[in-house]
């Protein structure tokens, strides 16, 4: 799929997008989070992959949330749900300012942000831990992984060698944590003794991102450099494979959600988009945009959206 940045359906926004996010979880996965200048709006999605009724997507806007400043990371909470009474909406917003905001609503009037302050420079990664939603991982420039509970209180720092870039919690290893370092480490440490399990050498840097397969715990993907590759963390603390991405330089990495093989980067130059399959070579999609800033995954649909310019483009991946 070439083509000059036209995706298959927009969300028009009132501003440039800084980030976006869909709900990870199966209760809340139509839910879109998506971060503008100091606010943070929620969106329902429904796709006609999963609605007949549906023509190709319609959304919902849900509420918007305002902030103190421009939110750099986001994650929702397993605690969200809108199915329940009374309906509870949580996630977290990671700031320019530092702080982690922990935003909760019942949808109604009752809306309330709570301040994480801990970090002394820009956070670049914020998660929830995905079972019980009782803790927040974040890290950052500090060259600190903070673990949070939900009051705002830092149960945990992991000292760093290099700033934070990407944290994360796999859904099926929930007493350990992966940080992604800019000096091209990959971190695993047990939140048991927090001492570090595992490191992952990219042999090259900046790493820019990094993510755990969701459908295989042993599966670690990264982009550093040039390139992205992939780990199997009961081989080798070396990439198994590894495939150049842009030329300039990536920025962003995902693995898909929903299908065990796809795989998105967001680099350089311009603003090039890319899903690979970790399978072949074959490019899904190969495109630019102006303006793209956020990756996120679809947790049932091969779908993907990116923050753009005053809209968020959403892509429906031919996976076959």
Request: charge should be negative; charged fraction near 20%.
């Amino acid at each position: 799929m070439d083509n000059p940045g036209y995706s298959q359906y927009t969300i028009p926004t009132s501003d440039v997008v800084q980030c976006v996010e869909f709900s990870p979880f199966p209760w809340s996965a139509k839910l879109l989070a998506v971060a503008t200048g100091n606010r943070v709006t929620a969106f329902s999605c429904v796709f006609q992959e999963e609605d007949e009724e549906v023509n190709g997507f319609e959304y919902t806007h849900i509420r918007e949330f305002k902030l103190d400043c421009k939110s750099s990371a986001l994650a929702w909470s397993p605690e969200t749900s809108l199915s329940t009474i009374p309906k509870l909406m949580s996630f977290i917003a990671a700031g320019e300012d530092y702080k982690l905001r922990l935003v909760q609503s019942d949808l109604k009037e009752d809306d309330t942000v709570l301040a994480f302050e801990g970090h002394t420079s820009y956070v670049n990664s914020v998660t929830f831990d995905p079972n019980q939603g009782e803790q927040v991982a974040s890290t950052g420039d500090d060259l600190t992984c903070r673990i949070w509970n939900k009051d705002g209180d830092v149960i945990s720092v992991f000292q760093l060698t290099s700033p934070g870039m990407s944290v994360c919690w796999h859904n099926e290893e929930e007493l350990k944590i992966l940080v992604a370092q800019k000096n091209g480490i990959i971190r695993i440490f047990s939140l048991v003794n927090q001492q570090t399990i595992m490191s992952l050498n990219c042999g090259q840097s900046p790493i820019m991102a990094a993510d755990w397969s969701r459908h295989n715990c042993l599966l670690v993907g990264a982009i550093a450099g040039t390139d992205w590759m992939m780990f199997d963390t009961s081989l080798s603390s070396q990439p198994i494979e590894k495939r150049q991405a842009h030329t300039d330089g990536g920025k962003y990495f995902k693995w898909s959600r929903c299908h065990e093989s796809l795989l998105a980067t967001i680099g350089r130059p311009g603003r090039q988009i890319k899903v690979f399959n970790k399978r072949h070579q074959q490019l899904h999609i190969n495109t630019s945009l102006p303006v793209a800033y956020g990756l996120t995954w679809h947790l049932h649909l091969p779908v993907m959206a990116v923050g753009g310019d005053k809209r968020v483009h959403i892509w429906v991946v031919e996976s076959t």
